[in-house]
């Protein structure tokens, strides 16, 4: 049996729209993924149903299974309906499963795995605009590849990021400096240069690829406000991103009482904090919102 200590964890960015990291930590058993380092989904690996009348029966296929959410604070609550729940095994799957995190919690944030990336490229000068998908080099990417890039998701937002106001105004600012043309191209980051490679071999410096993943130099006045605007909106969550440069994160840090309700959702998975004051300050804040709504 494999022990904690040799459990795989990563985590991988939510990105188009981006909504922060994502924290997996896969065993044999299955995998914990938790978006805020706080709460986990526990997802068993189990035998999964054949079709009726299926002629591979005798070979059955695993699949993940959602067994429950689990936190310190509360303990495991189950999915209702979404196992057997008289099957020993798949309990004892889940509490190894738990035991793993319980061990890990204290190593959060794990690193960032998915260097693969698709760039939506700006029309004029064929440089990333903004990003639109990443993977971890091992993975294949979905189909269809995604064409269009998003700030925000769903009418409202989420309870971790609230729905920037101008939102559909930037889809539209970014869609018409694509092109009417789109083009896209994978890249993979090689940390050991500071470079991205593309599928044909080309190179690119870091430089070229925004920081916090969407372009920050527009031509228009307008444009370049509400751009800025946007990434304001979501400091708390860019800055669970790893390889800031220091000014850039201090900046975001400046900024994080712009949507103070979504840092409470972000701020255990950050990275590095340089300004421990200003944070506590916000979270405050959000829980004073919270209590007022």
């Known amino acids: 049996m494999m ?4 459990a795989e964890c990563y985590a991988i960015r939510r990105v188009n729209p981006f909504l922060g990291v994502l924290q997996i930590i896969k065993t044999p058993d299955g995998r914990a993924i938790s978006s805020n380092g706080l709460t986990w989904e526990i997802q068993v690996l189990a035998p999964a149903p054949a079709a009726w009348g299926s002629l591979n029966q005798a070979n059955a296929q695993t699949a993940s299974l959602r067994y429950g959410l689990w936190s310190s604070e509360t303990g495991l609550v189950p999915w209702p309906l979404s ?17 793993c995190v319980q061990s890990k919690l204290n190593s959060l944030p794990f690193n960032l795995q998915d260097s693969r990336e698709l760039w939506l490229l ?3 000068r064929q440089q990333p605009l903004a990003l639109l998908a990443s993977l971890r080099p091992s993975e294949t990417a979905h189909r269809p590849e995604p064409r269009y890039w998003s700030g925000c998701l769903g009418q409202n937002g989420l309870a971790s990021q609230a729905r920037f106001p101008e939102s559909k105004a930037l889809d539209e600012q970014v869609k018409k400096r ?6 896209q191209r994978w890249y993979v980051y090689e940390n050991t240069d500071d470079v991205y490679r593309d599928d044909t071999g080309n190179y690119l410096p870091a430089e070229a690829f925004p920081q916090l993943l969407l372009r920050q130099d527009w031509a228009d006045a307008g444009e370049q406000g509400r751009a800025t605007n946007y990434l304001q909106w979501i400091a708390a ?6 390889h800031l440069d220091d000014d850039v994160r201090k900046e975001l840090e400046s900024q994080l009482g712009t949507q103070a309700a ?6 255990r998975l950050y990275p590095r904090i340089f300004d421990q004051n200003k944070l506590n300050a916000c979270r405050i804040q959000a829980q004073l919102l919270e209590l007022n709504k």
Request: glycine share 2%; net charge negative.
């Open 83 to 99: 196992v057997k729940r008289d099957d020993i095994e798949l309990d004892r799957q889940c509490d190894r499963l738990i035991a």
């Open 237 to 242: 969550a860019l800055l669970t991103l790893q």
């Open 178 to 183: 694509a092109g009417f043309n789109i083009n």
């Open 3 to 6: 022990s904690c200590a040799e």
């Open 262 to 267: 979504s840092i409470e959702h972000h701020w």
């Open 122 to 124: 700006d029309a004029e």
